[in-house]
């Protein structure tokens, strides 16, 4: 069994950064694409980045910008890049493998809180 394993959420000020880290507990063949969702509370989990396994990203239009999304598939990593945090990116944030069969990975999830 595949768990995805992340890191690097926070406490962080309005106008700071943070980089999240999530890697996969062994190595996974045929990703088709990594990304990373975040849920607030209150509100349903929606797509903050994803790229795909050539390198194709995509962004929400709220984070256009500001995040950063890289992905290694022969290490399994995928990283997001936060810059210029606002508040209303708190959330939690979680790390998604898709695999090449179609099937799901998600990890435990990271909490981030923008706040002064």
């Known amino acids: 069994q595949v768990q995805l394993v992340e890191s690097g959420g926070g406490l962080v000020q309005p106008g700071g950064s943070l980089r999240l880290s999530c890697a996969a507990s062994k190595s996974m063949f045929s990703i088709r694409s990594m990304g990373w969702y975040r849920q607030a509370p209150g509100k349903e989990r929606e797509l903050v980045a994803t790229?795909?396994?050539?390198?194709?990203?995509n962004y929400a239009d709220s984070v256009k910008g500001r995040f950063i999304i890289s992905g290694d598939n022969a290490k399994n990593t995928v990283s997001l890049q936060m810059n210029s945090l606002q508040p209303e990116d708190t959330a939690v944030y979680y790390c998604?493998?898709?695999?090449?069969?179609?099937?799901?990975?998600w990890g435990q999830g990271t909490q981030v809180t923008v706040s002064s």
């Open positions: 790229i795909s396994s050539g390198g194709s990203t």
């Open positions: 998604r493998v898709v695999a090449l069969s179609g099937y799901v990975y």
